[in-house]
């Protein structure tokens, strides 16, 4: 449904006690990768404009911090100066410039029109599209000819297909809906049949399709007024830390737990991006990843109606992933222990705003233990409990919410978890179950999961940029492959199975061998040795690998061809950022990640990149009305020969619930 184009924020930050906001701090930069700051955002803009590249009436889709290189960042230590610059994405005169701003020079460094560049949507174009809808006469007639009263609309991105008449026009196409009862999302119905189509730089509706008259019934059991009555309460459960946090923050986002050390920063595209992510091993804090982010989220639906069929979502590069973040509620989305910390954005028009309890850390046990024995002969367990540190945001894409997770492990594991919540995407039928004679085709492309009301088939690609450094920069992917083998000579056994690694010599997607009897992939340093003389690596503990079905040449494929893959490799290059492109709105073609390794560059001994694709297919069901649980999908990264032993066992028992309970 809605696909509310919510006002974001960057941040900078002070401090506070757990289950308290951490109020927006106007000072810093602190370090070379904070976010930039609201000074630093209308200084760029200020520079824009006395050089003449941008005025009153220019907006701007990105202004955000260009990191120095990449050597220059890993080499960068406390209280030594440092650069500032900005990357920005403007648009003046409905045309598309690329400019670099050197903050600490105060100059415009570069500016370049980019004529054919479709940035992301913009609030003005949201309202633009919207009211212009609203206010044309054939879209009141169709209105009128329904007799509805209480009618809305929510403009969505509008994909690129070539032959339908709208190539390189800015366009937004416009789904509405009409509710019984005031300002609840439950009781939304969409309005099957009718769409607009409206060019947002010349705010013309191109087009309103009406199709036909569609019944909108009576409201099934589960929306508005008619949602059922909660069942018997639970008792409460609650996450706490009773001796206070074991989580240090300082700075902008600098944050230490446990043996783990990472810098956070906000992003209006990426939500949240990881940098800087260490472990101390002893005296030692050795490198792991130098950037994680959530890269893209790719979600068609797979209805053929025309008015669903444009729905090939690009959520991070369409909309932006921190654009539309969302406040977190304590004890719903974090527990009440919560660090929760207020960040600041970007807008479109060159200042910032604030969304409030936008990010949450917290600590929490999980439940389970983290080693454990049973000594038999003492009657005796030796054991700690697993703890681990979880940093969350959430954004809310129209109808859907997705938590971002990424969680760290006192055994050196890291794991990026999605989970998606909110409501499904439904529309209208006649079909009251499937005993009715319309139901066979009303449900070819979807589920029936409430009386008279139909989800499409969906999918969800999530896609992570992993700019691993394991033990410093100089990497390479191996496969370990198990082997099945016999035992010669043997009396007992016959058979056994060995592993098999081999080296990725060059760029490009890694496609499993299904003849295999098994494999997985690890990132490995071919320069450094553990205290065993073993070549150190992080293991990828793949959870959620669903990859498109869809036919490669057909257009929202084409523009989303990081989905076809669950592991992709590539070499580390400056501006390769994106899955989809730096410009994937109405994009045509796919600039992405194919493109990148198209250049087969060698990934062995190289400073490389590893993208993976968080895939699953979505075939909704009852259970899924009418609030979608919150359906959770993960991977791994692990430590495989890095230490020389769990390092969860070096822990204080007094830091770790104790060891040696009876």
């Given at each position: 449904?809605?696909?509310?184009?919510l006002?974001?924020?960057?941040?900078?930050?002070?401090?506070?006690?757990?289950?308290?906001?951490?109020?927006?701090?106007?000072?810093?930069?602190?370090?070379?990768?904070?976010?930039?700051t609201?000074?630093?955002?209308?200084?760029?803009?200020?520079?824009?404009?006395?050089?003449?590249?941008?005025?009153?009436?220019?907006?701007?889709?990105?202004?955000?911090?260009?990191?120095?290189?990449?050597?220059?960042m890993?080499?960068w230590?406390?209280?030594?100066p440092f650069?500032?610059?900005a990357?920005?994405?403007?648009?003046?005169?409905?045309?598309?410039?690329?400019?670099?701003?050197?903050?600490?020079?105060?100059?415009?460094?570069?500016?370049?029109?980019?004529?054919?560049?479709?940035?992301?949507?913009?609030?003005?174009?949201?309202?633009?599209?919207?009211?212009?809808l609203?206010?044309?006469?054939?879209?009141?007639?169709?209105?009128a000819?329904?007799?509805?009263?209480?009618?809305?609309?929510?403009?969505?991105?509008?994909?690129a297909?070539?032959g339908?008449?709208?190539?390189?026009?800015?366009?937004?196409k416009v789904?509405?809906f009409?509710?019984?009862?005031?300002?609840?999302?439950?009781?939304?119905?969409?309005?099957?049949?009718?769409?607009g189509?409206?060019?947002?730089?010349?705010?013309?509706?191109?087009?309103?399709?009406?199709?036909?008259?569609?019944?909108?019934?009576?409201?099934?059991?589960?929306?508005?007024?008619?949602?059922?009555?909660?069942?018997?309460?639970?008792?409460p459960?609650?996450?706490?830390?009773?001796?206070?946090?074991?989580?240090?923050l300082?700075?902008n986002?600098?944050v230490?737990?446990?043996?783990?050390?990472?810098?956070?920063?906000?992003?209006?595209r990426?939500?949240l991006?990881v940098?800087?992510?260490?472990?101390?091993?002893?005296a030692?804090?050795?490198?792991?990843a130098?950037q994680?982010?959530l890269?893209?989220?790719?979600?068609?639906?797979?209805?053929?109606?025309?008015?669903?069929?444009?729905?090939?979502?690009?959520?991070?590069?369409?909309?932006?992933?921190?654009?539309?973040?969302?406040?977190?509620?304590?004890?719903?989305?974090?527990?009440e222990?919560?660090?929760f910390i207020?960040?600041?954005?970007?807008?479109?028009?060159?200042?910032?705003?604030?969304r409030?309890?936008?990010l949450?850390?917290?600590?929490?046990?999980?439940?389970?233990?983290?080693?454990?024995?049973?000594e038999?002969?003492?009657?005796?367990v030796?054991?700690?409990?697993?703890?681990?540190?979880?940093?969350?945001?959430?954004?809310?894409?129209?109808?859907?919410?997705?938590?971002?997770?990424?969680?760290?492990?006192?055994?050196?594991?890291i794991t990026?978890?999605?989970?998606?919540?909110?409501?499904?995407?439904?529309?209208?039928?006649?079909?009251?179950?499937?005993?009715?004679?319309?139901?066979?085709?009303?449900t070819?492309y979807g589920?029936?999961?409430?009386?008279?009301?139909?989800?499409?088939?969906h999918?969800?690609?999530?896609?992570?940029?992993?700019?691993?450094d394991?033990?410093?920069?100089?990497?390479?992917?191996?496969?370990?492959?198990?082997?099945?083998?016999k035992?010669?000579?043997?009396?007992?056994?016959t058979?056994?199975?060995?592993?098999?690694?081999?080296?990725?010599?060059?760029?490009?997607?890694?496609?499993?061998?299904?003849?295999?009897?098994?494999?997985g992939?690890?990132?490995?340093n071919?320069n450094e040795?553990?205290?065993?003389?073993?070549?150190?690596?992080?293991?990828?503990?793949?959870?959620?690998g669903?990859?498109?079905?869809?036919?490669a040449?057909?257009?929202?494929q084409r523009?989303?061809?990081?989905?076809?893959?669950?592991?992709?490799?590539?070499r580390?290059?400056?501006?390769?950022?994106?899955?989809?492109?730096?410009?994937?709105?109405?994009?045509?073609k796919?600039?992405?990640?194919?493109?990148?390794?198209?250049?087969?560059?060698?990934?062995n001994n190289?400073?490389?990149?590893?993208?993976?694709?968080?895939?699953?297919?979505?075939v909704?069901?009852?259970?899924?009305?009418?609030?979608?649980?919150?359906f959770?999908?993960?991977?791994?990264?692990?430590?495989?020969?890095?230490?020389?032993r769990?390092?969860?066992?070096?822990?204080?028992?007094?830091?770790?619930?104790p060891?040696?309970?009876?």
């Amino acid at each position: 449904m809605m696909r509310q184009l919510l006002r974001t924020l960057i941040i900078t930050l002070g401090l506070a006690a757990p289950g308290l906001a951490l109020a927006a701090d106007q000072k810093g930069p602190f370090h070379p990768l904070d976010a930039l700051t609201p000074d630093e955002i209308a200084g760029t803009v200020k520079l824009l404009t006395a050089a003449g590249d941008a005025d009153a009436d220019t907006v701007y889709p990105a202004i955000t911090l260009k990191p120095a290189a990449k050597e220059a960042m890993r080499a960068w230590t406390p209280g030594t100066p440092f650069t500032r610059a900005a990357f920005v994405v403007l648009r003046r005169n409905l045309v598309t410039y690329e400019a670099l701003v050197d903050l600490t020079a105060n100059k415009v460094t570069s500016y370049t029109p980019k004529p054919n560049a479709q940035p992301a949507i913009m609030d003005y174009e949201w309202i633009k599209a919207r009211d212009n809808l609203m206010a044309d006469q054939r879209f009141k007639d169709a209105i009128a000819k329904r007799g509805l009263k209480n009618v809305f609309c929510t403009p969505n991105s509008a994909g690129a297909f070539p032959g339908d008449g709208l190539e390189g026009k800015r366009v937004l196409k416009v789904p509405c809906f009409t509710h019984d009862e005031a300002a609840s999302p439950y009781a939304a119905r969409p309005i099957e049949g009718l769409m607009g189509i409206v060019d947002t730089d010349s705010g013309e509706v191109l087009s309103v399709i009406d199709s036909g008259i569609t019944g909108l019934p009576s409201m099934p059991q589960g929306y508005g007024k008619s949602l059922p009555q909660p069942g018997p309460a639970l008792k409460p459960i609650a996450i706490v830390a009773p001796q206070g946090s074991n989580i240090t923050l300082s700075g902008n986002l600098d944050v230490k737990w446990a043996n783990w050390s990472m810098h956070l920063r906000p992003d209006k595209r990426a939500g949240l991006i990881v940098n800087l992510v260490r472990f101390n091993d002893g005296a030692k804090a050795r490198d792991v990843a130098y950037q994680m982010n959530l890269s893209e989220v790719f979600v068609p639906y797979m209805d053929p109606n025309p008015e669903w069929s444009y729905r090939t979502f690009l959520d991070a590069g369409e909309f932006g992933l921190g654009y539309m973040i969302s406040s977190l509620k304590p004890g719903t989305d974090c527990p009440e222990a919560s660090y929760f910390i207020d960040l600041t954005f970007p807008n479109d028009v060159g200042g910032t705003f604030t969304r409030p309890k936008a990010l949450c850390l917290f600590e929490r046990a999980t439940g389970d233990p983290g080693w454990r024995h049973y000594e038999s002969g003492a009657k005796r367990v030796d054991g700690i409990a697993q703890t681990e540190m979880v940093i969350r945001h959430i954004t809310t894409l129209g109808n859907y919410d997705y938590a971002v997770d990424y969680v760290f492990s006192p055994q050196g594991n890291i794991t990026m978890r999605v989970g998606a919540t909110g409501f499904d995407a439904i529309k209208s039928t006649a079909a009251k179950s499937l005993a009715d004679p319309a139901a066979a085709e009303v449900t070819k492309y979807g589920s029936l999961i409430a009386p008279y009301t139909v989800a499409p088939n969906h999918e969800h690609y999530f896609s992570f940029r992993l700019d691993l450094d394991v033990d410093g920069p100089k990497n390479a992917l191996v496969r370990d492959t198990i082997v099945p083998g016999k035992i010669e000579g043997s009396k007992t056994r016959t058979s056994l199975w060995t592993v098999k690694t081999d080296r990725y010599a060059a760029e490009g997607p890694i496609a499993e061998d299904h003849e295999s009897a098994g494999e997985g992939w690890r990132v490995i340093n071919p320069n450094e040795k553990n205290g065993l003389g073993e070549t150190p690596s992080y293991w990828i503990d793949a959870h959620h690998g669903a990859t498109a079905v869809m036919d490669a040449a057909d257009p929202p494929q084409r523009r989303a061809g990081f989905s076809a893959y669950t592991l992709w490799a590539s070499r580390y290059a400056e501006g390769e950022d994106w899955s989809a492109g730096l410009y994937p709105n109405l994009s045509t073609k796919d600039e992405g990640l194919p493109a990148y390794v198209a250049q087969k560059r060698s990934i062995n001994n190289e400073d490389l990149v590893i993208w993976y694709t968080m895939g699953f297919r979505h075939v909704p069901r009852p259970e899924d009305f009418p609030i979608l649980p919150t359906f959770w999908h993960e991977m791994t990264l692990r430590p495989a020969f890095f230490f020389d032993r769990d390092p969860s066992m070096t822990f204080n028992p007094g830091s770790l619930p104790p060891q040696g309970q009876n």
